[in-house]
């Protein structure tokens, strides 16, 4: 902890609160929460019905409804009501993988594609309740997709174009899609991405879905299926602009986005309609003191949680104009984000430290090449930024004027849970701060007490908030397992933190199997299996080491079938095995051949030494007695791969 560095709030002019304002808020929204709730769903939400209560249910089973009894629907909190003060504000605005290709959606328009884009799912017998899967690259149309679903009461599970055809397929069998929306190929950084291909192939295990709309981007030659194919130009061309927004009850699921965990195959994060959209609206509001007119840029993917709350709903239910980006932070060049920042005057930027720790390493140059005048607030989200990193992103990109907001937050949680709010907190470099209005965190120790004033822990949530997740999609009871179980009455979320003697919160990161890639949340578990796969492949064990640029990186000791001999050929193999099983950002960075893995002598893998060899930390073993067969210790570290 760095508490030596602290940059005092700025206050800015036209701020939505104060530092006196946050402390009387956050007490109001953790004792009064149905008072505090109640007041800001009116100020954020437009409903058709009011609800019954604010909060009910048992948070230690995650059965919790928010705004029971109401009725709403997302996609005209996000686009109808903004029409009769906003119709020609810029909406979205895309900027393409190439510098000089660039489109602006207004919020008229926004409302006339989504229209006709419900029609065309409507056509097809897409219905309330019904799944839909999204796999596509980075253009408004999966923007448009999101918000039709959520206009017809369709919950859409999107897939992140990374993704590889049996992961679509896994995700699209596991909530039952009847029907897929994608692209003939994305693009990123030059590169073609074969989306369609990657569907066909998914889908030859998906014999339930009967609809494919096709987004044409690229007009690559693809594949077609007549009985199941439809062109989206074409589709919507003929469909009508009208189409009235379904009314849904405040607790509809809204979308399923599956995520990594320590155990098993990824899981579908249920979230629903009220509670979702007033978190995510909330905290951007706040979080980013956004401000009328502002044009504001998360650079994340639609297909993460990132994107789904802070490009879409969040933004849109706001009336914000948001930025859809479909490139990458080094192309052409490391100064794209900058460049993109000057060409549409970005006033807000919320990005990933692994993008900032990529460009901090082409140095100043690239960013100084560019006046970024209009920046006034930049944020992170994803792993835990590095003081380096911050000071860098605080100095060099912000000039030292802008506050940092680091937004500590999850996949199930929806939106920000501790975070600086921009002109409020205290910033640190490193530090996520203070929880946000309604949040409860605590710190608990191995024997599951609660850690008063300054410490360490488990980083645990004590009450419920809005956006809380609802169900692992189809296993309730793997909700309560994963999340409900390890410390009764609390929400556990995965991380472990520390929290200073000024009360701010430093997340230290993942306390069990899930490794952050570059903000990308995979299950060790998940790598594993795909690695055993392989018919050469007997055993394997993956952990995460520190990495400059991607934070963590994968380590995965593979013990090969009897007679198989290992190679670097082998090796490269299957690295591309992983990449085409589950996608290419999962992908180990170190594969280690081990005839031997450390078991316990009832043959549990003992992680904590493989962890220790992969970082370089192998004076710590720590106790090895137990082991079945101490020895295989000493050759792993004999073979240990070094890189760098
Ligand atoms: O370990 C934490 C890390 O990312 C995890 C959540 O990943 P995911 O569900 O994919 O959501 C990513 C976008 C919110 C957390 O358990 N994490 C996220 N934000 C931060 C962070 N770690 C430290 N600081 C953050 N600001």
Redesign the pocket.
């Known amino acids: 902890m760095s508490e030596k560095h602290v940059y005092p709030a700025e206050p800015q002019s036209h701020s939505l609160i104060d530092k006196e304002a946050y402390e009387a808020m956050y007490n109001a929204s953790i004792e009064a929460p149905e008072t505090f709730w109640a007041d800001q769903a009116k100020a954020f939400i437009d409903f058709i019905e009011p609800w019954d209560t604010v909060v009910s249910g048992d948070f230690s089973k995650a059965d919790v409804k928010w705004f029971a009894g109401g009725k709403l629907n997302v996609c005209y909190n996000c686009v109808d009501r903004h029409l009769p003060t906003r119709a020609d504000q810029v909406a979205l605005i895309w900027e393409g993988d190439e510098p000089d290709t660039s489109d602006t959606i207004t919020y008229q328009a926004l409302h006339e594609a989504v229209c006709r884009f419900a029609n065309v799912l409507k056509s097809r017998g897409i219905k309330k309740g019904d799944r839909v899967c999204i796999y596509m690259p980075m253009i408004p149309e999966a923007v448009y997709a999101m918000l039709a679903c959520a206009r017809i009461g369709a919950i859409h599970s999107v897939v992140f174009g990374g993704f590889s055809p049996d992961s679509i397929r896994d995700r699209i069998l596991d909530s039952a899609c009847s029907a897929v929306i994608t692209a003939d190929e994305g693009v990123r950084g030059g590169k073609r991405i074969p989306l369609k291909s990657n569907v066909d192939t998914a889908l030859a295990g998906c014999p339930d879905v009967a609809t494919v709309v096709v987004v044409k981007h690229t007009a690559a030659d693809i594949d077609w299926h007549e009985e199941r194919d439809i062109w989206y130009q074409e589709a919507v061309a003929s469909a009508s602009t009208d189409c009235p927004a379904e009314p849904m009850d405040s607790e509809d699921p809204l979308f399923i986005l599956y995520?990594s965990g320590s155990t098993g195959k990824p899981k579908g994060v249920m979230h629903t309609t009220a509670g979702y959209l007033l978190q995510v609206a909330m905290t951007h509001r706040y979080v980013f003191d956004y401000r009328e007119g502002e044009i504001y840029w998360c650079t994340a993917d639609v297909g993460?949680?990132?994107g789904h709350s802070y490009i879409v709903y969040g933004p849109l239910c706001n009336g914000a104009t948001s930025l859809v980006f479909e490139g990458v932070p080094t192309y052409p060049d490391a100064s794209r984000f900058w460049q993109v920042i000057d060409k549409h005057r970005v006033n807000i930027f919320y990005t990933a430290p692994t993008a900032l720790r990529a460009l901090m390493g082409q140095g100043d140059e690239p960013v100084k090449r560019y006046q970024r005048s209009s920046l006034r607030v930049l944020g992170?989200?994803?792993?835990?930024?590095n003081p380096e990193a911050w000071e860098w992103y605080h100095r060099v990109v912000g000039d030292g004027r802008c506050p940092i907001v680091?937004?500590?937050?999850?996949?199930?949680t929806s939106g920000m849970m501790i975070?600086p709010i921009a002109g409020v907190t205290d910033l640190k470099p490193g530090s996520?701060t203070r929880p946000f209005f309604g949040v409860k965190p605590e710190l608990v120790d191995a024997e599951g007490q609660v850690v008063e004033g300054a410490g360490k822990g488990n980083l645990v949530i004590s009450q419920s908030w809005p956006g809380q997740i609802r169900s692992v999609y189809g296993d309730h009871q793997r909700c309560i397992d994963t999340y409900f179980s390890a410390y009764p009455g609390y929400y556990f979320?995965?991380?472990s933190a520390e929290r200073d003697a000024d009360g701010d919160y430093w997340?230290i990161?993942?306390v069990d199997d899930?490794i952050?890639v570059s903000?990308?949340?995979l299950g060790t578990a998940e790598i594993e299996s795909a690695l055993v796969l392989h018919p050469q492949v007997a055993e394997a064990a993956v952990v995460g080491y520190p990495h400059d640029i991607k934070g963590s990186a994968i380590y995965a000791y593979v013990t090969l079938m009897a007679g198989v001999e290992d190679s670097d050929e082998l090796n490269a193999e299957l690295v591309r095995f992983v990449a085409s099983e589950i996608g290419s950002f999962a992908k180990p960075e170190i594969i280690q051949f081990a005839p031997g893995l450390p078991k316990t002598r009832s043959g549990k893998i003992m992680r904590r030494i493989l962890r220790k060899i992969a970082a370089n930390e192998t004076e710590q073993l720590g106790d090895t007695t137990t082991l079945a067969d101490p020895s295989v210790v000493q050759a792993l570290i004999d073979n240990r791969v070094n890189r760098g």
């Open positions: 995520t993460w949680v990132t992170s989200v994803g792993e835990p930024i680091d937004t500590w937050w999850q996949t199930e975070t996520a979320t995965g991380d997340i990161g993942r899930v952050n903000g990308h949340r």
